[in-house]
């Protein structure tokens, strides 16, 4: 889905180094997320923001930081990689109403070594 | 914290055949359900979703789930898969927290 984008598309990185992860979209949504799929655990949430000035931290964030720059931008960072930190990382965003969907982007494949 | 159990890992099929996989939630109070579809190398897609109404919900491409609230369960169905429904699915479902949780997905492979 074109009105969530995600950069980069791939990363292999070294160990130690600090990696963001960016997501922008255009869908108007006030709320984003960010999930880590992994073979067999399915996605977990790393972090989510309900609007600019809320952060709030998801089952998994140790390792892990975000900034919500403006409404359309969600960026995840981890400052010192590791080697279990390679994953497919999803960011996503919904409108704030209940009943509504998550829209995906299209995901980051992070590779750690 | 609730959680999301999807009973097959690895699911193989026919073309032509019918498909069911389990998912089942433990939230007891008002829950949003979810059914997204992966296809390889893509991101996720709504397949379809339970809010309130009618517990037999009809999403796209032929698919269909059954919310039955006494079962904690949210079964995905399609009578008749086609090459093309070799994909990951995940089951979600969201409580009062607006949060999603997921399972741990079911692989379909569908041989021609």
């Known amino acids: 889905d074109a009105d969530v984008t995600q950069t980069p598309r791939n990363r292999i990185t070294k160990t130690g180094k600090r990696i963001m992860l960016e997501c922008s979209q255009t869908?108007?949504?006030?709320?984003m997320y960010w999930y880590r799929q992994d073979p067999g655990l399915g996605l977990r949430l790393i972090y989510y923001?309900?609007?600019?000035?809320?952060?709030n931290k998801g089952e998994i964030s140790d390792g892990y930081s975000v900034s919500r720059q403006a409404q359309a931008k969600f960026s995840l960072s981890l400052e010192s990689a590791i080697p279990n930190q390679t994953a497919l990382y999803f960011c996503?965003?919904?409108?704030?109403?209940?009943?509504?969907?998550?829209?995906f982007g299209p995901g980051t494949r992070l590779t750690v070594l | 914290a609730q959680s999301v159990s999807q009973h097959n890992h690895h699911v193989i099929l026919s073309e032509a055949a019918s498909l069911e996989l389990g998912c089942n939630y433990s939230y007891g109070g008002t829950v949003n359900l979810f059914w997204y579809v992966q296809y390889p190398g893509q991101h996720l897609q709504l397949l379809l979703k339970?809010?309130?109404?009618?517990?037999l919900v009809k999403g796209i491409k032929g698919f269909e789930a059954e919310f039955i609230k006494s079962k904690f369960s949210f079964n995905l169905r399609k009578p008749s898969v086609q090459w093309s429904d070799t994909a990951e699915y995940f089951c979600a479902s969201r409580s009062n927290d607006y949060k999603l949780s997921f399972g741990a997905g079911t692989t379909v492979t569908v041989r021609a």
């Open positions: 996503a965003t919904s409108a704030g109403m209940r009943g509504t969907e998550q829209f």
């Open positions: 339970y809010f309130s109404g009618d517990p």
């Open positions: 869908k108007g949504h006030d709320r």
């Open positions: 923001s309900f609007d600019v000035k809320d952060i």
